[in-house]
């Protein structure tokens, strides 16, 4: 991790990386990575998978099992097919999407993630996506596993990471394939020849520090095996803070805001491509980011995101002031 943190620190002036440096390390000393839950704090066993307690674990809305089958935020009853209301209206750019925990019930993983300094949380977002991905992969490919085709198990539960066989633990020769070839088994449907992050501005990266989803993102591809680039997607112009636009205000406010690097135009053509994310709200960014990457001649986009806000009506923007 701490080169990951370094590397995510890369572009700071050196007084600064300094600072930021030593305030990680007294966060670190205050709160040791993987000694208390990620989401209430209560003091845990550090083999507690993904840094959850069990009661948090057992609380999530983990979005594999009815979940919408485009965007993939939870959905609270349907069938495999169901789409949410905003994708039945059709008008996304992006093929299929990924999601594992209802957001509700991690605002406060997020919150320390993207503005507590908790880079440390990377490593297990990072572990949550992979392991919901093989979840996926095995669903597709042994549908008969246990679980029906909409991933619940016989007794109609939705599984999640956390429900899966050793609290998701990957299975031996599923982990990975070779660096730099795509996963094996399951994985290989899922359509990924390259992972990319949803950038940040990078005025606002470098006041950040990092990027959260370059920090998940990148711990993800080395899980999967699957080529990753931090760098190729970038984000062209600032964008306001979203939280208290409407849907449309969302998508004309990043439409254009995303670019290939100078030079690299020609890097996805042909290519599946898969961009990680913290949290899907409309879709406004994904659509933007899809947008530029189907220009450049990717053959697909698809997402994982770690939190998606549900499909009620009342779970959207509201929830998220204050966060975004
Ligand atoms: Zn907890
Ligand atoms: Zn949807």
């Not at 057992?58 to 965007?71: H, I, L, P, T, V």
């Not at 992969?137 to 956390?162: F, I, K, L, S, Y």
């Not at 964008?239 to 449309?248: G, Y």
């Not at 990043?254 to 898969?274: I, T």
Request: charged share 25%; hydrophobic share 40%; aromatic share 6%.
């Amino acid at each position: 991790m701490s080169g990951l943190r370094e590397e995510a620190a890369g572009r700071s002036a050196p007084a600064a990386d300094f600072l930021k440096r030593a305030a990680r390390i007294a966060l670190d000393l205050l709160y040791p990575p993987s000694i208390y839950c990620m989401a209430c704090g209560n003091l845990i066993d550090a083999s507690r998978p993904y840094s959850l307690c069990d009661a948090c674990r057992e609380r999530f809305g983990w979005a594999n099992g009815d979940s919408c089958a485009k965007c993939g935020r939870p959905l609270h009853g349907g069938g495999p097919q169901t789409l949410c209301a905003d994708c039945a209206g059709g008008g996304h750019l992006f093929e299929k999407g990924f999601a594992c925990v209802e957001y509700a019930d991690c605002r406060a993983v997020l919150y320390g993630f993207k503005y507590g300094g908790r880079t440390y949380y990377g490593e297990h977002i990072a572990r949550v996506m992979h392991d919901r991905l093989l979840w996926e992969g095995r669903a597709q490919t042994e549908p008969a596993n246990g679980r029906d085709a909409n991933g619940r198990d016989a007794d109609g539960r939705a599984g999640g990471p956390a429900n899966a066989p050793a609290h998701g633990a990957p299975r031996t020769g599923e982990r990975s394939g070779r660096a730099g070839e795509p996963g094996t088994g399951g994985l290989r449907r899922l359509g990924v020849d390259l992972l990319l992050p949803v950038p940040m501005y990078a005025k606002k990266e470098r006041k950040r520090g990092y990027n959260q989803a370059d920090i998940a993102g990148r711990l993800l591809a080395r899980l999967l095996a699957v080529p990753y680039d931090g760098k190729l997607l970038e984000r062209i112009r600032d964008t306001h803070v979203m939280s208290n636009l409407s849907a449309e205000e969302r998508g004309a406010n990043v439409k254009g805001a995303f670019a290939l690097a100078r030079d690299r135009e020609d890097a996805v053509r042909g290519l599946r491509v898969m961009l990680a994310d913290d949290i899907y709200t409309t879709g406004s960014t994904l659509d933007a980011c899809a947008e530029a990457l189907l220009a450049a001649g990717a053959a697909s986009v698809r997402f994982i995101v770690f939190a998606a806000t549900g499909a009620g009506a009342d779970a959207g923007a509201g929830d998220l002031r204050g966060v975004m």
